[in-house]
């Protein structure tokens, strides 16, 4: 299968591991993310389709997600809001976990078709975040391993600890395709999990990029970058984080322009790791020292 080598970077997009002969995914570096859009996320949707975004992440916990587009979740009870689950919570895991993929292929469905319900499919779904128990963590991944590959060509988890990955990881039959975490200091930038990702081709999702760290986007790697490619501090942030290899961001702007410039920003970065191959590799060697990154992983 062709897919980005481990330890090279991809400036372009990854295709997930191939399942029990499921049609490949292929995740573009940048996923739009629809947390809090609430009555905005149709009309926010749209724009960053049409402004060149081509994957969407959202949830089945209608508190904080409006469900809409392609890599979706099931939430657990402790994630969602009493009166407005998309399950019953009084029974059991396996039974709220159908419930959650049933209600997430109608939400996802085309609506111009009758029956697309039955037709219809989603490219990755995460568990939220591990259950109460590893148990349950187990039971609510299994019960999704049943719909691989027809109904759910990938499966991922999302704020994930390393221990919890590795035990998942050693105990599933359908292996993680991608880890969702937040991307911040207090996880020291989530090093273990990210080489643990890498050594076993899983594709890490950072999320709260940009906004968990004020320091970074002032720190002179970030800096640096922005000059050199004549991009934002911002979509440089972005751009050494996608560095750092099988890595692809949550990027949940709700400003056009910003989708607009953000996606240009891979493009010129690209092009300047190519024309300066010493000051790319120079810029992104120092912004991995910054968050404790070993340059040999």
Not at 11 to 24: F, G, H
Not at 49 to 67: I, M, S, W
Not at 90 to 117: E, I
């Amino acid at each position: 299968m062709a897919r980005a080598a481990i330890g090279k970077m991809s400036w372009d997009k990854y295709i997930l591991r191939s399942v029990q002969e499921a049609p490949p995914v292929h995740l573009p570096l940048f996923l739009y993310g629809t947390a809090w859009k609430k009555d905005r996320t149709a009309d926010l949707v749209y724009q960053a389709l049409n402004a060149g975004f081509r994957a969407v992440d959202t949830a089945g916990q209608p508190k904080h997600y409006q469900e809409d587009l392609i890599q979706t979740k099931f939430t657990s009870v402790q994630g969602q809001d009493p009166n407005k689950m998309p399950y019953d919570p009084r029974t059991s895991v396996t039974d709220q976990v159908h419930a959650s993929v049933k209600s997430s292929l109608h939400n996802l469905r085309a609506p111009d078709a009758s029956s697309s319900v039955e037709d219809a499919y989603i490219d990755t779904f995460l568990l939220h975040s591990p259950l109460s128990t590893m148990a349950e963590t187990m039971e609510a991944w299994l019960t999704l391993e049943s719909y691989v590959p027809h109904r759910i060509r990938n499966l991922g988890i999302s704020n994930c600890t390393l221990p919890i990955l590795k035990e998942l990881y050693a105990r599933a039959t359908v292996k993680p395709a991608v880890v969702q975490n937040r991307f911040y200091p207090d996880t020291r930038f989530d090093v273990p999990v990210r080489a643990f990702c890498r050594a076993h081709d899983i594709i890490y999702q950072s999320f709260w990029t940009l906004t968990a760290n004020p320091e970074l986007v002032r720190s002179d790697a970030v800096q640096s970058l922005a000059s050199q490619a004549e991009i934002s501090p911002a979509a440089a942030l972005y751009c050494l984080v996608l560095g750092l290899g099988n890595t692809t961001v949550l990027n949940g702007t709700t400003n056009r322009a910003r989708m607009e410039s953000d996606l240009a920003a891979v493009r010129k970065v690209e092009q300047f790791s190519k024309d300066s191959p010493d000051s790319w590799q120079m810029v992104l060697d120092y912004f991995k020292r910054v968050i404790g990154d070993d340059v040999t992983l």
